[in-house]
C-alpha cells in the first residue's frame, strides 16, 4: 500500500536507531516551508516496516545502524512504495562502506555533513516512490558487461537423477576449458557436495545469501566461499539440512545468481523437484517462498534441462512436468534428458522421444543408460564420472555437455550406441 499524497508535503519516517544525527535530521524536517511532514519516529525497525507497509508515508529517513536492516528490509519498503534516504556518519562510509549499502539497494545516501541536503534529498527520495527495477541488478552492471550462460539442471519427484546430470554436465564443461560454477539450489535437500566428496560442514549457498542479504557480495567473496573441486569447476554447496531453506532469502538469492554470472562464463544449478508458487503475501513483505530459487533459476536460466526417468512412473511424471513447467515459464524450450533408459522395459527411443514431442517442443531429447556400476562407482568415492574412469553413462554426460555448448555430439546418446561403444566397434 502506498501513501496518499498530503496536502501538506512528503510524509517521512525517521528510524535513526539513536544517532546523533536524529536532533538535527528532525530540525530540518520540520521546518516550515519544506514540503514535508514528518509522519513518525520509528523505534525500530518492526515499527518503520508495520508503518510502511500501512501506506502512512513515501519516504523513510534511517540510519545504516538500525538493527535488522538488509536487503531483505529495504526491498520490503520499497515495494510499499517509500523510497529510502540513508544518513551515516563519515566514519561509516570509509572503507567501502558506502559501495556496501549502495548494494543493498540504497540510492540516497548522505553523510552526517551533508544534513543541510536533508530536505532536498527527501523530497527527491518521495519522487521515486520506492520502486523496484523490473529486472535485478547488480552495482556496477551495465549494459554490454559480459555475463555467464545459465544451465539450470530441473526434474519432477522421484529422484530421477537432476544431481548426477547437474554434476556431470558441470564437469563436462569444465573438461571442455571453460571455467564453471556448479551451485547447488535444491530447496529439498541437495547432494552436490556428497556426489562430490565435498565435506565441509558450511554452506557456501548460506555463505554467500548472508553477504548478499548485508550487502558484502562481490565476486571475490563468491569465489571464496565456492569450493575449487577440479580444473575449472567450482562448487557452491547447498543447504545442510531442508529446514534453512528460508534462510535464503529472496532478492538474496537473486544477487547471489547475478554475482555468480559474472564470477564463471558457465553457471549449472542443480534445483528442487517443486514448481508450486505459494500465495502472495498481500503485506509485500517478501517472506520467502520454499520454491523460489527453483522457480527464480528458471526464470534466469539460458537453458533448461529438464531430467526424468525411463520407467512408466518417471516418464508420466516428466510428461506432467514439462507441462507444469510450461505452465511457469511460458517461453522456455527444454532440453530433455531420459535416464535410466534399458531394453527391458519395452519401447525404443524413438517412442520415448515421441512421447515427450507429444507435449513440448524440445531443443532435444537426450538419453543416458542405466549403469549403475559406474554412478555407484563415482558415488562411492565423491567423485564425478568424468574423474572415474570411461564408462557408458559418462560418455553419454559427455554428449549432453556437448549439445549444452551447442557442439556436435560424438555419439547418439542411444542405447544402441551405448551397446555399440561397448562391444568396442565405437571410436
Known sequence: MTAEPSPAGVLVLVAAAGAPWEAGALER?????????????????????????????SVAVVSPTLPGLDTDSLTALRRSGVGVVLVAAPEELADGDAERLRRLGIEHLLSTAELDSLAGTVLAAGGDGGHLPLEPTGPDLEPGTTTGTVVAVWGPTGAPGR?????????????????VLLVDADGYGGAVAQHLGVLDEASGLLGAARAANTGRLDGVRLAALARQVGDGLRVLTGLPRPDRWQEVRPVAFDDVLEEAVRLAPYVVLDLGFSLEVEAVDPFGTGTPQRNQMTL???????EVVVVGSADPVGLGRLARGLVELRDVVPAVRARVVVNRTRPSLGWSDREIRGMVEGFVQPVGVHFLPDDRVAADRALMAGRSLADSGESALRTALADLAAGVLGEPQTHTGTRRGVRRRRSGRAR
Not at 527464480?296 to 539460458?302: K, P, V, Y
Open 29 to 57: 524536517l520540520e521546518r516550515r516551508g519544506s514540503g514535508i511532514v514528518l509522519a513518525r519516529r520509528c523505534v525500530d525497525l518492526t515499527d518503520l516496516l508495520a508503518t510502511a507497509g500501512a501506506g502512512l508515508a
Open 163 to 179: 544431481t548426477t546430470v547437474a554434476v556431470g554436465v558441470a564437469t563436462e564443461i569444465a573438461r571442455a576449458g571453460h571455467e
Open 296 to 302: 527464480a533459476s528458471l526464470a534466469r536460466a539460458d
